[in-house]
């Protein structure tokens, strides 16, 4: 697609102070300090070449996709299945394969929905882990609630890593489906996905991975995975809010029936029953996010120039000196200490609620996330109301992880008197 606004970032060796002045927000003060914003895997900030590449779709191309003749009809189209083809190269999928969602959570729903009424019966099982967020539990359990089936769960460990013996197990001829976190959004626990679609096929069972937090930091091969579908957010990519990715084997999409219906997903429509597209329109109802599509596009471009390999070193520094230095303050205990893991650090304080640490990190201007981050079962499982999380993107800096760490002895200090 026309990328429209030069990326300063490309070409360029990985430097951060640049790069973080692409990002206009973060120059904002919060309560008079400099913001630190460390809750990217909730949503990330958007840099100047998505800010004003939404600025000119509404300024130059701005009209609606599949249906008009007229110049910017055809404008839109054009970019809007550019970026469907941007997309899908990005993450090495037939162009067919990609269906535009609202987001992680629908392209869940949708798969829970249009997979489920065709493929799931009476005491079939669905396969779901303990680390899931509730946009991986709940459409599976309405799921199974509908259909009578059963919701088969992954334990996990105490260091927040799947227990693969017991998946092994798990696994039966009644199994319809196995629907796991490419990567936990509350742990930042990277699950051997390779393994455990490998494990899945064998038995001829499809895998679905919810790769919300798993785009943002690494190179995803669907082909490569050899993955029936993956989900993923555009928020959380650097895109705005309300347009994500869902991927799918076309062999399954093409069986699938439609999710939502009305405008765009027909063929033709009689008054006695109507006839539908082939995928991915089948599953498109009603005006899409045009914008936000076009510009998920601009997002992944984004990311691009500067280098998925650069991005991935950069938060793997993040994620190692914050772990050492949190790791060192006394009754501070790391939530989620996995082998592999993505820049997330979650924690408790020993005899303090992780909101009140939150709202006075907030006072500092350091915006971290608190709570159970909708994975209320991980919680209750480890007996803790919540944790204070941070979390990483490659704007972030060393210097920031710092005033973090002198954030949360502050709060000790202040708390613990
Ligand atoms: N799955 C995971 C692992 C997430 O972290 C999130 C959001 O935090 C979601 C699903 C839901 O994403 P969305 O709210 O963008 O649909």
Not at 249 to 270: N, R
Request: glycine letters at 6%; proline letters at 4%; aromatic letters at 8%.
């Amino acid at each position: 697609m026309d990328t429209m606004v030069k990326n300063k970032a490309i070409s360029k060796e990985f430097d951060v102070e640049s790069i973080r002045k692409e990002f206009p927000i973060l120059s904002v003060k919060v309560h008079g300090r400099p913001l630190v914003y460390f809750d990217n895997a909730a949503s990330s900030q958007k840099p100047l070449f998505v800010i004003k590449a939404i600025e000119k779709y509404y300024e130059t191309v701005n009209s609606n996709v599949h249906r008009g003749v007229h110049h910017l009809s055809s404008l839109a189209t054009d970019q809007f299945e550019a970026a469907r083809k941007t997309i899908a190269t990005h993450i090495n999928a037939n162009i067919d394969e990609v269906i535009f969602t609202r987001g992680t959570t629908e392209a869940i729903n949708l798969v829970a929905y249009s997979f489920g009424e065709v493929f799931v019966k009476e005491g079939d099982e669905i396969i779901i882990s303990h680390m899931e967020h509730h946009s991986n539990i709940v459409p599976w359990q309405i799921l199974c609630q509908r259909k009578k089936a059963v919701l088969k769960v992954i334990p996990i460990t105490e260091s927040g890593e799947l227990r693969m013996d017991e998946y092994k197990k798990l696994l039966s001829s009644k199994t319809k489906l196995v629907a796991v976190a490419h990567v936990s959004n509350s742990l930042g626990t990277i699950n051997p996905v390779e393994e455990i679609i490998a494990l899945a096929h064998a038995k001829n069972i499809p895998v679905l991975l919810d790769g919300a937090q798993a785009v943002p930091h690494m190179k995803i091969d669907v082909k490569k995975l050899d993955v029936d579908f993956y989900c993923f957010s555009g928020h959380k990519i650097y895109a705005p809010t309300g347009i994500g990715i869902l991927f799918g084997k076309e062999k399954w999409l093409k069986q699938m029936v439609p999710f939502q219906s009305g405008g765009e997903m027909i063929k033709e429509v009689k008054l006695e029953a109507s006839t539908y597209q082939d995928p991915p329109l089948r599953f498109e109802a009603g005006t899409p996010h045009i914008e936000g599509s076009i510009v998920l596009a601009t997002a992944i471009d984004y990311m691009n120039n500067i280098g998925l390999d650069a991005i991935a070193k950069q938060e793997q520094k993040l994620l190692d000196y914050a772990t050492e230095k949190l790791s060192a303050i006394n009754g501070l205990k790391i939530v989620g200490q996995a082998k592999h893991k993505a820049p997330v650090v979650a924690f408790n304080i020993e005899g303090l609620h992780p909101y009140d640490v939150g709202v006075i990190l907030d006072q500092l201007g350091i915006a971290v996330r608190t709570g159970h981050h909708c994975t209320q079962p991980i919680m209750d499982l480890y007996g803790i109301p919540g944790t204070v999380r941070a979390s990483f993107s490659f704007y972030n800096t060393i210097e920031e992880i710092d005033v973090l760490v002198a954030g949360v002895k502050k709060a000790i200090d202040m708390l613990k008197k």
